[in-house]
């Protein structure tokens, strides 16, 4: 604190600081653990035994580190997107786990390794508690082309550009200019575009990448969107960008 006004914050460096700090934030029990992160006792187990918590575990197996905890939160929350209101669509890790019918902890690898990109964070919780999935369109029915293209990091003018430049389908390249009517896609459709394409989100999320540090790598690259698009590339032109990105799934 500022000895000028104690009730200020003051900044200081963290390296010099880890010391002190780590009473405070290491050894946790592992209710310490689950209520600073915002873990539910059967969730805690559930990741626990798929050993997703472990590198938050102090050296020794002395406890819990909760910096590292939340440093598993912020892996699983790259690229987020942020939602103040909770809307159906939007599920917490065990609901959703519930609904697809497996346990938090596939949802979890889902989630790391890209078969689940559709994350948000819920700007009223924290920890855990504020991971949230969006499954539209994984029942295996159609989903509006809006719910895509948000799902994927873009908006609904860029991903109806795309369609009208004739990319990808055909038989929605062709309606009409200025209709009203909601455009829904197959999961065929849905699995063309990723066979094909892939959006500026969905590689900066699977190289951990910054939109800044990404933006670099594709100019290093020579790799520009497809015509008429600003965030949606082909992925035979992206090379070795491409590593790590599932090709079917949204």
């Known amino acids: 604190f500022s000895r000028r006004k ?26 310490q653990f689950c209520e600073c992160l915002s873990l539910s006792p059967d969730l805690f187990q559930d990741l626990a035994g798929c050993g997703i918590p472990d590198e938050a575990r102090c050296e020794n197996d002395r406890g819990w580190d909760v910096f590292a905890g939340q ?44 078969r689940l990109p559709w994350v948000g964070r819920h700007l009223k919780r924290s920890g855990f508690a504020s991971i949230l999935v969006n ?11 809006e719910m895509f293209a948000l799902s994927q990091g873009l908006t609904f003018s860029e ?32 699995a063309g575009f990723h066979e094909s394409f892939v959006s ?7 190289h951990g990448l910054s939109w800044d540090a990404l933006d670099q ?7 520009a969107p497809v015509d008429g698009c600003v965030r949606i590339y082909r992925k035979s032109e992206t090379g070795p960008l491409l590593q790590g990105v599932a090709s079917a799934g949204i």
């Open 135 to 145: 499954l539209s369109g994984h029942d295996g029915g159609e989903i509006s082309a």
């Open 6 to 31: 104690p009730d200020d914050w003051a900044l200081f460096d963290a390296r010099k600081a880890k010391s002190a700090l780590s009473d405070l934030t290491a050894q946790l029990t592992d209710g």
């Open 159 to 190: 991903i109806l550009s795309f369609f009208r430049k004739g990319h990808s389908p055909a038989e929605i390249a062709k309606r009409e200019t200025g209709r009203k009517d909601r455009i829904m896609l197959t999961p065929e459709q849905v």
């Open 200 to 206: 500026f989100r969905r590689l900066a999320l699977a």
């Open 71 to 114: 440093g598993i939160v912020e892996q699983l929350l790259l690229g987020a997107q942020q939602v103040g209101r909770l809307a159906p669509e939007w599920m917490p890790l065990e609901q959703a786990a519930v609904h697809l019918g497996c346990s938090p902890a596939q949802i979890v690898e889902r989630i790391r390794d890209g």
């Open 217 to 223: 790598r594709l100019e290093g690259f020579g790799i």
